[in-house]
């Protein structure tokens, strides 16, 4: 009977063990690493192209003119007057071509660097053509000259044309902004500018009196274009819209410094008796070249040069 109590036991305790053992198990659930974070989506390389309006700041440009060497007769006493109203009447102080607006168009090409998420910095280069800018003035001096006995009063006219003109416009910039969102960056930016310049002035002096009768009109003027070197800064507002596609509105400001050219002016006083006397004066155009640009761009993000993105192991 002993026996018989034993076997039952044993068959029992194992059967019990099987059946735990085919028990499902209730194990912690495996702790899983953070996803990786977003790949920076401003880095890498760009190009786009932009459109918008340029004026100028302050075209003012200034020509003086005086006397280098005179001749016998022009430079006798009795006519020093004369000689600085010929002087006068050549100069234009302050002369204005006025405050021209023109169409800027053209495209860029940069980097982009995001870093610590929410700032971005580069650099780009750019170049723009300008459209009807081109502005052009003319004014007339009369000065009053000298009166000699036995003749009437005489005056010196004095005409000055101007005309200038910013053909084309360039800068290579570095930037530097702030993503409020992860695709809306604020931005300043500033560097280099280069521009294409052109100034044509011509001045024509001439006497309605008694030296109309020895002196011809007298002509001079300055011819110029070459391309100016300057700095810019400015600021502005980019969104990428879409994958790989942003759009932007830019302010810049720009001065590439100021033109001055010297010219010559020859005066010849033709005396009765058929010889001449030769005179000359010289003269100097001063002109400002500096102004304002508001524009808007687009840009396509290749993003070559960016890290590859992080992709988790498990």
Known sequence: MKKLLTTFTVLALTAGSALAADLPSRKAAPVLPPPPPPPPMWTGFYVGLNAGAAWTNSNQQTIGVGPVAIGNEFGRDLYRGDVAAFATAASASGFNSG?????????????????????VAGVEADIQGIAGNNGSRTVWTAVPGGTYEGYNANNWFGITSVRG????????????????????????????????????????VYNDGYFSNYISPSFGGVNFSNTQVGWTAGGGLEWMFWPNWSAKVEYLYYDLGSVNQGFAMPVTYNYSEGYTDASLFAGQVRARINGNIVRAGLNYHFNWGAPAPVVAKY
Do not use: E, K, M
Request: no cysteine; hydrophobic share 35%.
């Open 165 to 204: 003109s910013l053909d084309y416009l360039g800068t290579v910039r570095g930037r530097l902004g702030w993503l409020f969102t992860p695709t809306l960056l604020l931005y300043g930016t500033g560097g280099l500018a280069y521009g294409g310049v052109t100034i044509n002035t011509a001045t024509q």
């Open 99 to 119: 405050n021209n607006v023109g169409f800027i168009g053209g495209g860029q090409i940069g980097y982009n660097w995001q870093f610590y998420n929410s700032l």
